[in-house]
Each structure stands twice: as structure tokens, then as C-alpha cells.
């Protein structure tokens, strides 16, 4: 009796997953409902090496799996490189007198397998919150984000961009992490629907926010995460030296893994079943799975033939000419034949043009859509017009000041945007290095896909730069609109970030002499000042911080990324705004007000100075508690008069006791709490370009003497004493 097809075909199904779970002879396939194929294994002797060890307890029921001996729990193991597990959720819960009542930190470490980058985001959710996360497991990384809110009104359903929930990717090579989640106000002003804060980790489209999740995360108490495995510690050249240890076996093809050392393996074509294990890899009978011919069907090891029986002419398949009869008469078929194929060319040739034609047509309208999607419209109103622009051309020397780059361009420019050419990568876009046909080296700034505000800020950066020129902004050459995500081009500064050399061990951190970092700060400061007494529309930067100073060969400051700037109204003094800015350089007025002014951009500046003075990042949660906010732990130790513990020690070498007393006063009025008390940026501007001037004159007394210094400082911290700096503290605890 023949069987049926939907049986068949049953049949197959379940061999192809019987043998893509296989294990070694006489070792335990499954536990409960979970395959465990070869190379993981549950006892000795059936693992290839202590990292695929995973224990079955047969306790729970149904039986669950964990990872070697630990108590994380294994979901899915597939044979592609790919595990799935349970990861825990980091929360903070305030009661209603606002004490904190339950706070956990979970931490997870994965021997050697690392959390897959692309499969996983992390994420925290609350209305009060900041979470940040951790590891030093393979890759040494800190990372978090931010979510506020003050109405359940206010969050969007869906929605994961800093309303309510926030995310944040992974980096690659991370086989650790470390979750802390917190509050900024214990939750005071939104206790009544969002009493805790929750952080964690969760695979791809596993997790999608709700309002009803800022009551208790609607009960949950896990997330599945998504890790890469591999086998060995070597690429697949090095690992076939030896054949007795390489896992590869017949009929497969060996991968260098992606996201760590070692490789992986799979089946080759034509094959399935699992890799790592010897005749583990089987054929696919392609003839009863697939029933790719037209008549007769040859199953061959990796592959398949088709033929066509007597009297019958073409290749047999179904995707080709399949099977026709012969003709008997040859010589009328080959005339009709002949006919038919000159008509077919004809159709074809007026298909193609037809085709061309509505495809060219197809990428007109596909451009106009981008250029409209792109803010083109929006661009052409902020912009100056064009017989302005050409007069403005005129009067410069030059033909054009702006150019409308293809995308075509900035492909080669970028080898297609290979990691290669990566110079920075953020929350909104990926900065790379491009060489133009001329040379010309550039960076080229790619906003990240998926969010319709980037489009606002990349028409608003090009608005704000067109109007800036001044030999300390990075200079804006110009933009691609023609493509999905807008692009930038700018003019390559080439010796990195402030950040780098103050902060990374691979920079000369001795390169940023004092002379050099006062005449960063004046620099800095000068264009800030600019841009606040613009006559007609003045510009706050909202984002100042030392990764976005940007120095060239000289050490000259480039002032860059002006995405999150506000063109300012005149007859307006301040302007409510969402949040956006960096965590520790953020005005703190600014964020309890939700207001803001000029005087944001002096707080930030403020942080700089700080940071430049002492070598210090803004915000390190690797520093105690009372020193995690720089601007605090600066505020405090002036008061103290421990101002020359927290001073970089370079700078102590170099700079003169009045100049030290001088510069840390007027980093101290900038980090003022309230704005009006805070000095405007063209007078920081003209007390940094003094203190330039002071320094560089044979007749101020050349001294570093440390009595003169303590002295001196002790001056300055009785005059900041007080009633002043109790405030300071007062205002960022509460």
C-alpha cells in the first residue's frame, strides 16, 4: 500500500529533527522537552569539553536544563551557534513614605559563551529611573540608559525611546554582565503608578512596553537571552592542522566565529543532521522532499539528477526546460520555432523598455520620497535661499559652500561602510571615515535607522551649521538626501576626541599640557559664546561634553554634533523641551524644570572645565558614591578645601597656584545651581582668554610652591563655603 504525501513528508520532518539533536552513542539526546545534541552533553564523556557541560534536573517537571553547574536555566541549544536562556530582571521599589524597600543587582557570567549582540537589547523601564550595565568577561564594557516620565499619559505604548523605557545594544565579545537600576527621586512624583524601577536584558521581540508595565512589570520575573557559542579557541586554518582535535567532521564546512575566538561548523549543501559528530552530516534524499523533476528523479550523495526518458528531450527539471516530447517532423518545428523566437524577442526587448522605463520612473518617485522623508522641505525653509546663498558665495571667494553629495559617493568613499572606517558610534548615529575621489579625507555621520526624530535633528544640524562659521566648529561639508537614512559630511579632524586623550590608555595623556587644555577650554568657550549671542536667533548646543570636542594635529578644539541644538526664540527666555543631553554634563535645573535656557549650555561647560582640571570622567560608577558625580565631588572637595587632592597631577606640575585658584573659580560659578546665578558664556569666555593672557607674560611671578598653592586654595574654599555649597548638595540629593 503506498503511503501518502502529507505522511512522507511527516516522516522526513521528524528524522531531519532527530538527527540535527543527535548526541554521541549511548549519552542522554533530551531533558524533558529540550534537545541536547553533541557537542553539549550531560555527563562526562558525552561533552567535548568542560564549557558544553549542562546538568538535567529531573526533579522539576517537566525535567529542566541548566548551564554547567549553574542555576541558569537553558531553554533551546541549536546546532547553528545559538543557546537560549532564562536571565533575571534588576529592580528598585520605593514604599509610600519613598524609602527604598526592595532593590536587587543581579549579575550573570557565561564562561565562554558570549551574549549575542545582534539577538539581545538592554533595557529598564520606570518614569524615575537610570539603569546601567556592566561586565568585564571577555569584553571590559559600561553602557546604560535613561527613562523618565511624570504622567502615565504622557508614555507610548510600543514605544522603548525614553519615555518610560529606554534601551540599549550590546557590544560585541561580552560574556558577563552586571545590572544596577536606580532612582533619581525615589520615585516621589510618580509613586502612584510606577512604584519601581526594573532593568534587564531580553532577546529581540520577546519584550515589547506597556504602560500596564510601570505598576510591577506585569508579574515577570524573567527574560530569554540569546547566546553565540562556538568550539576552540583558534580559526578554522588554524584548527585543521589538526585533525584529531577538529571538530568539522565529513561532509561539512568550518566558520570563524564572529563574536569571540573559535569557529563553528555546518553541514554542507545537499546535507543535514549535526556537524560535530563523525557521519553526523546525512543526505537529503532532494527527490521525495522536494520532487524537484519533471519525470524521473536521482538521488546522488550532496545533490540530485534529472532525466528524461526515451523520446523525450530538456533537462528534467522543474525550475528548467523539464521534459518534451520530440518531434517527428524536424524541419517545420525549427521555422515555427524560429518565428516563435523572434516574436518572444520582440515582447522581451519591448518588456525590457517598458520595464526600464517604469523603473526609472519607480526611482524618481522613490527619491522624491526620501528627500521628502529626509526633511528636504524642511531643509529648503531653514536653509538661506538660493539667491542669497549664491550672493553669500560671492562674497566668500567660492563657487559653492555646500555640496549634495550621491549616495554612490559616499559607498567608495566608505568602502561600503566597512567597521574598518568606523570613528565613533552613540545612541543616534555611526560616524565613519571616507576618502573622496579627490583625496579629500571626511567623516560621514549615518543616523541609525527606525526612529522619525533623527530626521527633525539631522535637518536641524544642517540648519544650525550652515549658520555657524568659525575655525573651532567642525566644518560641514555636506549631505546625501537620496538615500534611507540621511547622511552628514564633515571635514576630518584627525587627532580624535577630548574624551580619548584625556581618558583612554591608548592616547599620550601627556600631550594635553595645561597650555593646552586652557587654550581648549577658551577655544570651547568662545564658540559657545557665539553661538548664545547670535542677534537673530541664538543657539543653545544642549550637548556639551568632551567627547564632542574634537582636536586636530595641533591640538586646535573642534566644536561637533549639533543634532540635539535649539535654534532659540528672541522674544523667549526659556523653552520647555524633552530631555536630551548626557548623564553627569546635564544642567540639573534644566532637568527638574524642564526648562531650558542658555545657561544649561554653562553648566555642561562648567563639567568640562572639571574634567579638564582634574582628569576625572563626568559620571564613573566605578568611583565611590560621593564621588560618582564629578561636578558634586568637585563642589564638595572646593568647600572642604581638598581641591589639590582631586587636581590631575600633571596639571599640578604644570600650572601657576593663582591660575589653578583663578580657573577653579570660574568652573565653580558655572556648576551654580540655579541659572541665574550662573555667569553668561561670553563673560567665562573673557576670564579664560585672561587667564591665557596672565600665563603667557614674563611678569607674572613663575611659582608652584605648595604652600602658596594651599594658600591660595584655602582662599578659595572659605569663599565657597557656606550656606552656598550646602545648597549644592541639598539640590542633587533630593
Given at each position: 500500500?503506498?503511503?501518502?504525501?502529507?505522511?512522507?513528508?511527516?516522516?522526513?520532518?521528524?528524522?531531519?529533527?532527530?538527527?540535527?539533536?543527535?548526541?554521541?552513542?549511548?549519552?542522554?539526546?533530551?531533558?524533558?522537552?529540550?534537545?541536547?545534541?553533541?557537542?553539549?552533553?550531560?555527563?562526562?564523556?558525552?561533552?567535548?569539553?568542560?564549557?558544553?557541560?549542562?546538568?538535567?534536573?529531573?526533579?522539576?517537571?517537566?525535567?529542566?536544563?541548566?548551564?554547567?553547574?549553574?542555576?541558569?536555566?537553558?531553554?533551546?541549544?541549536?546546532?547553528?551557534?545559538?543557546?537560549?536562556?532564562q536571565s533575571w530582571i534588576a529592580h528598585?521599589?520605593?514604599?509610600?513614605?519613598?524609602?527604598?524597600?526592595?532593590?536587587?543587582?543581579?549579575?550573570?557570567?557565561?564562561?565562554?559563551?558570549?551574549?549575542?549582540?545582534?539577538?539581545?537589547?538592554?533595557?529598564?523601564?520606570?518614569?524615575?529611573?537610570?539603569?546601567?550595565?556592566?561586565?568585564?568577561?571577555?569584553?571590559?564594557?559600561?553602557?546604560?540608559?535613561?527613562?523618565?516620565?511624570?504622567?502615565?499619559?504622557?508614555?507610548?505604548?510600543?514605544?522603548?525611546?525614553?519615555?518610560?523605557?529606554?534601551?540599549?545594544?550590546?557590544?560585541?565579545?561580552?560574556?558577563?554582565?552586571?545590572?544596577?537600576?536606580?532612582?533619581?527621586?525615589?520615585?516621589?512624583?510618580?509613586?502612584?503608578?510606577?512604584?519601581?524601577?526594573?532593568?534587564?536584558?531580553?532577546?529581540?521581540?520577546?519584550?515589547?512596553?506597556?504602560?500596564?508595565?510601570?505598576?510591577?512589570?506585569?508579574?515577570?520575573?524573567?527574560?530569554?537571552?540569546?547566546?553565540?557559542?562556538?568550539?576552540?579557541?583558534?580559526?578554522?586554518?588554524?584548527?585543521?592542522?589538526?585533525?584529531?582535535?577538529?571538530?568539522?567532521?565529513?561532509?561539512?564546512?568550518?566558520?570563524?566565529?564572529?563574536?569571540?575566538?573559535?569557529?563553528?561548523?555546518?553541514?554542507?549543501?545537499?546535507?543535514?543532521?549535526?556537524?560535530?559528530?563523525?557521519?553526523?552530516?546525512?543526505?537529503?534524499?532532494?527527490?521525495?522532499?522536494?520532487?524537484?523533476?519533471?519525470?524521473?528523479?536521482?538521488?546522488?550523495?550532496?545533490?540530485?539528477?534529472?532525466?528524461?526518458?526515451?523520446?523525450?528531450?530538456?533537462?528534467?527539471?522543474?525550475?528548467?526546460?523539464?521534459?518534451?516530447?520530440?518531434?517527428?517532423?524536424?524541419?517545420?518545428?525549427?521555422?515555427?520555432?524560429?518565428?516563435?523566437?523572434?516574436?518572444?524577442?520582440?515582447?522581451?526587448?519591448?518588456?525590457?523598455?517598458?520595464?526600464?522605463?517604469?523603473?526609472?520612473?519607480?526611482?524618481?518617485?522613490?527619491?522624491?520620497?526620501?528627500?521628502?522623508?529626509?526633511?528636504?522641505?524642511?531643509?529648503?525653509?531653514?536653509?538661506?535661499?538660493?539667491?542669497?546663498?549664491?550672493?553669500?558665495?560671492?562674497?566668500?571667494?567660492?563657487?559653492?559652500?555646500?555640496?549634495?553629495?550621491?549616495?554612490?559617493?559616499?559607498?567608495?568613499?566608505?568602502?561600503?561602510?566597512?567597521?574598518?572606517?568606523?570613528?565613533?558610534?552613540?545612541?543616534?548615529?555611526?560616524?565613519?571615515?571616507?576618502?573622496?575621489?579627490?583625496?579629500?579625507?571626511?567623516?560621514?555621520?549615518?543616523?541609525?535607522?527606525?526612529?522619525?526624530?533623527?530626521?527633525?535633528?539631522?535637518?536641524?544640524?544642517?540648519?544650525?551649521?550652515?549658520?555657524?562659521?568659525?575655525?573651532?566648529?567642525?566644518?560641514?561639508l555636506g549631505c546625501c538626501l537620496e538615500?534611507q537614512v540621511p547622511l552628514l559630511v564633515?571635514?576630518?579632524?584627525?587627532?580624535?576626541?577630548?574624551?580619548?586623550?584625556?581618558?583612554?590608555?591608548?592616547?599620550?595623556?601627556?600631550?594635553?599640557?595645561?597650555?593646552?587644555?586652557?587654550?581648549?577650554?577658551?577655544?570651547?568657550?568662545?564658540?559657545?559664546?557665539?553661538?548664545?549671542?547670535?542677534?537673530?536667533?541664538?543657539?543653545?548646543?544642549?550637548?556639551?561634553?568632551?567627547?564632542?570636542?574634537?582636536?586636530?594635529?595641533?591640538?586646535?578644539?573642534?566644536?561637533?554634533?549639533?543634532?540635539?541644538?535649539?535654534?532659540?526664540?528672541?522674544?523667549?527666555?526659556?523653552?520647555?523641551?524633552?530631555?536630551?543631553?548626557?548623564?553627569?554634563?546635564?544642567?540639573?535645573?534644566?532637568?527638574?524644570?524642564?526648562?531650558?535656557?542658555?545657561?544649561?549650555?554653562?553648566?555642561?561647560?562648567?563639567?568640562?572645565?572639571?574634567?579638564?582640571?582634574?582628569?576625572?570622567?563626568?559620571?564613573?560608577?566605578?568611583?565611590?558614591?560621593?564621588?560618582?558625580?564629578?561636578?558634586?565631588?568637585?563642589?564638595?572637595?572646593?568647600?572642604?578645601?581638598?581641591?589639590?587632592?582631586?587636581?590631575?597631577?600633571?596639571?599640578?606640575?604644570?600650572?601657576?597656584?593663582?591660575?589653578?585658584?583663578?580657573?577653579?573659580?570660574?568652573?565653580?560659578?558655572?556648576?551654580?545651581?540655579?541659572?541665574?546665578?550662573?555667569?553668561?558664556?561670553?563673560?567665562?569666555?573673557?576670564?579664560?582668554?585672561?587667564?591665557?593672557?596672565?600665563?603667557?607674560?614674563?611678569?607674572?611671578?613663575?611659582?608652584?610652591?605648595?604652600?602658596?598653592?594651599?594658600?591660595?586654595?584655602?582662599?578659595?574654599?572659605?569663599?565657597?563655603?557656606?550656606?552656598?555649597?550646602?545648597?549644592?548638595?541639598?539640590?542633587?540629593?533630593?
Open positions: 500500500m503506498t503511503m501518502s504525501l502529507p505522511l512522507i513528508f511527516l516522516q522526513l520532518l521528524l528524522a531531519t529533527v532527530v538527527a540535527a539533536s543527535q548526541a554521541l552513542p549511548g549519552c542522554e539526546n533530551r531533558c524533558g522537552d529540550i534537545n541536547v545534541p553533541y557537542p553539549f552533553g550531560t555527563r562526562p564523556g558525552c561533552f567535548k569539553d568542560d564549557n558544553f557541560l549542562v546538568t538535567c534536573n529531573s526533579s522539576s517537571n517537566p525535567p529542566k536544563l541548566y548551564l554547567t553547574t549553574s542555576l541558569i536555566e537553558v531553554t533551546n541549544i541549536f546546532l547553528s551557534g545559538e543557546l537560549r536562556i528598585d521599589c520605593y514604599n509610600k513614605q519613598h524609602l527604598r524597600v526592595v532593590s536587587n543587582i543581579p549579575w550573570m557570567r557565561f564562561s565562554k559563551f558570549p551574549i549575542s549582540h545582534t539577538r539581545n537589547k538592554f533595557i529598564a523601564v520606570g518614569c524615575d529611573s537610570y539603569a546601567v550595565i556592566k561586565g568585564s568577561q571577555g569584553r571590559k564594557y559600561t553602557t546604560g540608559c535613561l527613562s523618565l516620565c511624570d504622567s502615565i499619559d504622557n508614555v507610548i505604548n510600543g514605544s522603548c525611546s525614553g519615555i518610560g523605557c529606554c534601551q540599549s545594544i550590546i557590544p560585541k565579545e561580552v560574556r558577563s554582565y552586571n545590572i544596577s537600576v536606580n532612582s533619581y527621586d525615589n520615585h516621589r512624583s510618580v509613586w502612584d503608578f510606577n512604584p519601581c524601577s526594573y532593568s534587564f536584558v531580553a532577546e529581540d521581540n520577546t519584550y515589547t512596553f506597556s504602560s500596564l508595565d510601570l505598576a510591577d512589570l506585569q508579574g515577570r520575573t524573567s527574560f530569554p537571552v540569546v547566546l553565540d557559542w562556538a568550539v576552540g579557541n583558534e580559526t578554522c586554518v588554524a584548527a585543521r592542522k589538526n585533525q584529531t582535535s577538529f571538530a568539522c567532521k565529513e561532509n561539512s564546512k568550518c566558520y570563524n566565529f564572529d563574536n569571540g575566538p573559535g569557529y563553528r561548523c555546518n553541514c554542507s549543501e545537499g546535507y543535514e543532521g549535526n556537524p560535530y559528530l563523525s557521519n553526523g552530516c546525512q543526505d537529503i534524499d532532494e527527490c521525495k522532499i522536494s520532487s524537484p523533476c519533471n519525470m524521473t528523479c536521482h538521488n546522488l550523495p550532496g545533490t540530485y539528477v534529472c532525466s528524461c526518458p526515451e523520446g523525450y528531450q530538456g533537462d528534467g527539471k522543474k525550475s528548467g526546460s523539464g521534459c518534451s516530447r520530440i518531434p517527428s517532423k524536424s524541419l517545420p518545428l525549427i521555422n515555427i520555432a524560429l518565428g516563435i523566437s523572434i516574436s518572444i524577442s520582440m515582447l522581451l526587448l519591448g518588456g525590457f523598455w517598458l520595464y526600464w522605463g517604469l523603473r526609472q520612473r519607480k526611482i524618481s518617485k522613490l527619491r522624491k520620497k526620501f528627500f521628502e522623508q529626509n526633511g528636504g522641505f524642511m531643509l529648503q525653509q531653514k536653509l538661506p535661499k538660493r539667491d542669497e546663498s549664491v550672493q553669500s558665495s560671492k562674497r566668500s571667494g567660492s563657487a559653492k559652500s555646500f555640496e549634495i553629495y550621491t549616495e554612490e559617493c559616499l559607498k567608495k568613499a566608505t568602502n561600503n561602510y566597512h567597521e574598518s572606517r568606523i570613528l565613533g558610534q552613540g545612541g543616534q548615529a555611526t560616524v565613519y571615515k571616507g576618502i573622496l575621489p579627490d583625496d579629500t579625507p571626511v567623516a560621514i555621520k549615518k543616523p541609525k535607522m527606525g526612529d522619525n526624530s533623527q530626521v527633525e535633528q539631522f535637518v536641524n544640524e544642517i540648519a544650525i551649521l550652515s549658520q555657524i562659521k568659525h575655525t573651532n566648529v567642525v566644518k560641514l538615500t564633515y571635514e576630518f579632524v584627525t587627532n580624535g576626541t577630548l574624551y580619548e586623550h584625556i581618558h583612554t590608555k591608548s592616547r599620550d595623556a601627556s600631550s594635553i599640557t595645561w597650555e593646552n587644555r586652557l587654550r581648549i577650554a577658551t577655544e570651547t568657550a568662545g564658540v559657545l559664546s557665539l553661538l548664545h549671542s547670535d542677534a537673530n536667533r541664538p543657539i543653545i548646543h544642549r550637548d556639551i561634553k568632551s567627547n564632542n570636542i574634537l582636536l586636530d594635529e595641533n591640538f586646535t578644539a573642534k566644536v561637533s554634533d549639533f543634532g540635539s541644538s535649539r535654534l532659540f526664540p528672541t522674544d523667549q527666555k526659556q523653552v520647555a523641551t524633552f530631555f536630551q543631553g548626557t548623564l553627569g554634563y546635564l544642567d540639573p535645573e534644566y532637568l527638574y524644570t524642564n526648562q531650558l535656557t542658555e545657561k544649561s549650555d554653562v553648566y555642561s561647560f562648567g563639567v568640562l572645565l572639571v574634567e579638564l582640571l582634574t582628569g576625572k570622567e563626568a559620571l564613573s560608577y566605578d568611583r565611590p558614591p560621593k564621588e560618582i558625580s564629578l561636578a558634586l565631588y568637585f563642589v564638595s572637595s572646593l568647600k572642604e578645601g581638598r581641591l589639590l587632592e582631586i587636581v590631575d597631577e600633571q596639571v599640578l606640575k604644570e600650572v601657576k597656584a593663582e591660575t589653578l585658584k583663578e580657573f577653579a573659580i570660574v568652573a565653580k560659578g558655572c556648576l551654580e545651581i540655579k541659572g541665574e546665578e550662573r555667569p553668561t558664556m561670553m563673560d567665562v569666555a573673557m576670564e579664560l582668554q585672561g587667564l591665557r593672557m596672565v600665563e603667557k607674560h614674563p611678569w607674572v611671578t613663575e611659582s608652584n610652591d605648595a604652600e602658596e598653592a594651599q594658600s591660595l586654595l584655602g582662599e578659595l574654599s572659605n569663599a565657597s563655603g557656606g550656606d552656598g555649597s550646602s545648597s549644592i548638595s541639598a539640590s542633587y540629593t533630593s
